[in-house]
Structure formats: C-alpha cells, structure tokens
C-alpha cells in the first residue's frame, strides 16, 4: 500500500542555518505531495505542495520538488527562524482524497 | 468564515464513559475526516465521509462511529472509552477537486481516558 517516510526528529538548528526534511513515499500513480506544518497547541496547516513530477511547490520560504525518479519530496528552506520551530509532516494524496501522513519531524529554532 | 471548528478543546473521560466530538466547517466542503495523531505515529485517519448521509471505515475504525446528518457537521462517537483512545483528535474537510485539494484541519481536541 501507499506510504511516506520521514526522517526522524528532533531536529535541532540554530537560526539561519539551512534546513532540510527528507521525505520518501511509495505509492502507486503520481499522487499529489504535501507538507503541512502543525505549531505547538494547534491544527496542521498547509505548508506547499505539488501536484505533479518536477513540479516545485514553495511558500514561506519553505520549497519541495516532487522528484519522481528518486521518489521523493524532501523540505528545504535556506535559513530558519525561530518562529519557524514547529512539526513538519510529509503527505501523499490518494483516491478518495484521504492524505497518508508520515510520522511528523519535530523542528527546534534557536536565537 | 470560521474555517474548521471543533467541540470540546479538551475534555477526560473515565473507561468506559462514552463521548461525541463535533466537528463544523462553513465552507461547503464535500469531503470531511476524522484523524488521530499519535506520538510518533504521525496523524492515522479514523472515518472519513464524501457527502451528506455517506461515511466510510479509514485506517484505524474500531471503537469509533461517525455521522454526517448534515452537510456542515461530522460527528465522531466513542460509545465505551478505552485508555488506548487517549488521543488527539482531529477534523480535516476538503472541496472535491481530485488529487489535488488540500484538506482544511480543525484545531484539534484532546482526549484523556482514564
């Protein structure tokens, strides 16, 4: 069945060091990919995403590229803030539109 | 425009007790669901529902049971709480665009059983 891996958490940056989240999935097709970001005491919020091979999604300064032939979607952002300390989940779409999360990467930003 | 909400914020329970949580969107969302986020286990889908009147089992069903009378609301039952519920749940809903829409996630409501 469809899955999606996460490198494990926490990761610990100090702010404006680069960042990367790497996610992995199996699925059958091309499904679309996401990262959501959940804040402490909150609900997850779309982050980006990307609905097909190459495409690049990006926000916040935050960017992923579906990359199809290594079947990844790994996070980057060129340098972190400390507002930015948050869990990150990686997460695939499929039919009948429910999303298969990864198991989340806990990020810490410090001053 | 509220978004997602959800009822209660928090609430304990004893074994055994049982419980409704209220999850309302005003966005005219067709799809809704029904999560449980774990630690280290990421969000697992509970139920999930494509329309008015449907709903249908997800990854980890057992000991829940859903309604979506209305459009708007998808409630999730636990009719005889257990330890292993002890949980935070959460509500996502989604216009129907395929592959591609994004789910909208309520703020979640924690749930102790004790």
């Known amino acids: 069945g469809n899955s999606v891996t996460q490198m494990e958490g926490p990761v610990t940056l100090s702010e404006e060091a680069f960042l990367t989240i790497n996610c992995t999935y199996t699925?059958?097709?091309?499904?679309?990919l996401f990262w959501y970001v959940q804040y402490p005491g909150e609900g997850l919020q779309l982050l980006l995403k990307?609905?097909?091979?190459?495409d690049k999604g990006s926000n916040k300064g935050f960017e992923a590229t579906y990359r199809k032939e290594t079947t990844s979607f790994h996070l980057e952002k060129g340098s972190v803030q400390v507002s930015d300390s948050a869990v990150y989940f990686c997460?695939?779409?499929?039919?009948?539109?429910?999303?298969?999360f990864g198991q989340g990467t806990e990020l810490s930003v410090k001053p | 425009n509220a978004g997602v909400t959800q009822t209660p914020k928090f609430r304990v329970l004893k074994t055994g007790q049982s419980m409704t949580l209220l999850c309302a969107q005003d966005?005219?969302?067709?799809?809704m669901y029904w999560y449980r986020q774990d630690p280290g286990m990421g969000l697992r889908l509970i139920h999930y529902?494509?329309?008015?009147?449907?709903?249908a089992k997800g990854e980890v069903p057992d000991g829940y049971n859903v309604s979506r009378l209305k459009k708007q609301n998808f409630l999730l039952g636990l009719e005889s709480a257990a330890p292993s519920q002890t949980s935070v749940y959460f509500c996502?809903?989604?216009?129907?665009?395929?592959?591609?829409?994004?789910?909208?996630f309520g703020p979640g409501t924690r749930l102790t059983v004790t």
């Open positions: 996502a809903s989604r216009i129907d665009e395929g592959r591609k829409g994004e789910q909208y």
């Open positions: 699925a059958t097709g091309y499904p679309s």
């Open positions: 990307a609905t097909k091979a190459d």
């Open positions: 997460a695939l779409i499929q039919q009948g539109g429910k999303l298969i």
């Open positions: 966005m005219n969302h067709e799809y």
């Open positions: 529902s494509v329309g008015e009147g449907t709903t």
